[in-house]
T-cell receptor
Framework: GENVEQHPSTLSVQEGDSAVIKCTYS??????FPWYKQELGKGPQLIID?????GEKKDQRIAVTLNKTAKHFSLHITETQPEDSAVYFC????????????FGKGTRLHILP | GAVVSQHPSRVICKSGTSVKIECRSL??????MFWYRQFPKKSLMLMAT?????????EQGVEKDKFLINHASLTLSTLTVTSAHPEDSSFYIC????????????FGPGTRLTVL
């Protein structure tokens, strides 16, 4: 089955700097890759997603890149702000898995003042 | 759009009692909802897929008689933890798909269950 690896598990960046979180997946049939942000005590919030027919997608300070050949995708947050501190999860999904999405283990992002 | 709510947000119960958690899609109809469980500082673990009008599909290792799921309408799925024990204490989160043509899942705010 699908396996999603996420790195790093913890990331600290200075406010204003960029943060990059990387994920790899194992099932070449996966074609949908969402990223979720989870704050303490809350449910995950979809922040950006990408499908396998595009290589990059951007939404203001957040961007996601996808390399289908290498089976990896990354989240880029630029000009980080204190409110970006949270746990970020990558995930992978495919039509052959009845809409189930497989999550990475999460990255705890700390924005340092 | 695509707002999912859960009720209650927190519940404390005694061991041996049953607890029902509701998941509602507020501004869309969801033929498919999912129930997850999350332990502290861990990722989300899929428990079951809930389809409106049919029986839920449980993941391997999840006891269907312990975690009863009912998806009676296109906007409501319920998870009942029966005969709860302290090891059932966890953060339970539901999600729903707003557009059947996509895989996009929108999550509820979660329910913190504590079993004494």
């Amino acid at each position: 089955g699908e396996n999603v690896e996420q790195h790093p598990s913890t990331l600290s960046v200075q406010e204003g700097d960029s943060a990059v979180i990387k994920c790899t997946y194992s099932d070449s049939a996966s074609n949908y890759f969402p990223w979720y942000k989870q704050e303490l005590g809350k449910g995950p919030q979809l922040i950006i997603d990408i499908r396998s027919n595009v290589g990059e997608k951007k939404d203001q300070r957040i961007a996601v890149t996808l390399n289908k050949t290498a089976k990896h995708f990354s989240l880029h947050i630029t000009e980080t702000q204190p409110e970006d501190s949270a746990v970020y999860f990558c995930a992978a999904s495919g039509w052959n898995r009845d809409d189930k999405i497989i999550f990475g283990k999460g990255t705890r992002l700390h924005i340092l003042p | 759009g695509a707002v999912v709510s859960q009720h209650p947000s927190r519940v404390i119960c005694k061991s041996g009692t049953s607890v029902k958690i509701e998941c509602r899609s507020l501004d869309f109809q969801a033929t498919t909802m999912f129930w997850y469980r999350q332990f502290p500082k861990k990722s989300l673990m899929l428990m079951a897929t809930s389809n409106e009008g049919s029986k839920a599909t449980y993941e391997q290792g999840v006891e269907k008689d312990k975690f009863l799921i009912n998806h009676a309408s296109l906007t409501l799925s319920t998870l009942t933890v029966t005969s709860a024990h302290p090891e059932d204490s966890s953060f339970y989160i539901c999600s729903a798909i707003s557009d059947p043509s996509t895989d996009t899942q929108y999550f509820g705010p979660g329910t913190r269950l504590t079993v004494l």
